[in-house]
Every structure is written in C-alpha cells, then in structure tokens.
C-alpha cells in the first residue's frame, strides 16, 4: 500500500531548464491535485484534476502544465524554471465523495538556481 | 480567497489547552484540517460539512458555524506528539479543490 508516491525527493535545476515531477497513487482516487509551500505561505493549488483527460487551474498555474492520461498518474511539467518556482510541491489525492480527505504524497524540493 | 488562520502560532505547556481558528469571508461547504510536521506531508485529521457538528480525533475535536463560515480546532489536554503545523482547507459549493490558510504553528512543550 504505497498510498501517493513523489519522484524525485530533491532536485536542483538551472533557470531556463525544464522538468517534470512524477506523482502516482494506487488508491484508485478520481482526483488529484499539485500544491506548492513556500515559507509562510500554507500550500497553494498549482493545478488539479478530477478524473482522466480532466484538468484544471487553481490559484497559481503560470509556468506549469499537467495532463491525466491515466488515473493513477499526475505528472507536474515545469516549462522553463525560473528562481520563483523554488519550493516544495506537494501531491495529493482523494475520492470525489465529500467526506473524503486528502492524502498527500511525500513532497519533492526543488531549488532553481 | 484563502482562510485565515489565527494565532498563527502557539507555544503550550503538556496538558494545556489551545484552540485554532479558521475563517472565511466565502460560503463554505466543508472544511478539512490537516497536520504537518517539520519536514513530513500534511496528514488528514478530520473534515466537517455543513450542519455545524462536531467532530473529533484523539483529544482533538473541531466544530464548524457555517452562518460565520469559520471553523475551531480544539486540542486538549495537549501532548508532545500535538506539536507541528495546523492547516485548515475550506471547499465551497463546488468542485473538490481545497483552499488552504496560512498554517498555525504549535509546540507543546514539557
């Protein structure tokens, strides 16, 4: 029961490079989601999806795409980094049923130099 | 817009009591609290919808106003293990997404 799982834990990337972080789950969740926390922040929705081929924004998508060609996978694309999208990016996932909570991955910290 | 979260942090004693509170200025469905420790995930605690009941999880309980749209988490009789970051997630009407506050901080101490 690996629950969400992040790869990779720790990544460091020149301005301008591009990557892309892996989220899976095996819990058969519908929705998925990416949030950042930067310090002082609290955590704050990049993009999130409710089922397959479903994606949407939240509240800070510039500078990332996603696609959900399956419903165990969630993969995070960062275009072009840049020294702002230094922080840790969290997954989390959980059923579309209201009473469902969130299980969040283990979290990858990236730093853009 | 994002809860805001008060006292952003607090120091107790072992077997003290604190309460955290959430509010919005948006109608609220349910709101979801979460704990995080230093350098771990956010670990679901407890979610409360719409009915104002009570719920609870250890000593932790938490209730929910949905006529001030704001939400209380109590931790009682805390114990060391309570110490870390509290964040509440507040869902509207629609859709799944959560919108999370700002986090308190809190450390029980011997």
């Known amino acids: 029961n690996a629950g969400v799982t992040q790869t990779p834990k720790f990544q460091v990337l020149k301005t301008g490079q591009s990557m892309t972080l892996q989220c899976a789950q095996d819990?058969?969740?519908?929705?998925m989601s990416w949030y950042r926390q930067d310090p002082g922040m609290g955590l704050r929705l990049i993009h999130y999806?409710?089922?397959?081929?479903?994606?949407d924004q939240g509240e800070v998508p510039n500078g990332y795409n996603v696609s959900r060609s399956t419903t165990e996978d969630f993969p995070l694309r960062l275009l072009s980094a840049a020294p702002s999208q230094t922080s840790v990016y969290f997954c989390a996932s959980s059923y579309l049923t209201i009473q469902s909570g969130y299980t969040f991955g283990s979290g990858t910290r990236l730093t853009v130099v | 817009q994002q809860p805001v979260q008060s006292p952003q942090a607090v120091i107790l004693r072992e077997g003290e009591d604190a309460v955290i509170n959430c509010s919005s200025s948006?109608?609220?469905?349910?709101v979801h609290w979460y704990r995080q420790k230093h350098g771990e995930a956010p670990v679901f605690l407890m979610i409360?919808?719409?009915?104002?009941e009570q719920k609870g999880h250890e000593k932790i309980s938490a209730s929910f106003n949905e006529k001030k749209q704001q939400s209380s988490l109590y931790l009682t009789a805390s114990q060391l293990s309570y110490s870390g970051t509290y964040f509440c997630g507040t869902r509207g009407a629609a859709g799944n997404k959560l919108t999370f506050g700002g986090g308190t901080r809190v450390l029980v101490k011997p």
């Open positions: 409360l919808l719409k009915g104002g």
């Open positions: 819990m058969n969740h519908e929705y």
């Open positions: 948006k109608a609220l469905y349910s």
């Open positions: 999806s409710v089922g397959a081929g479903i994606t």
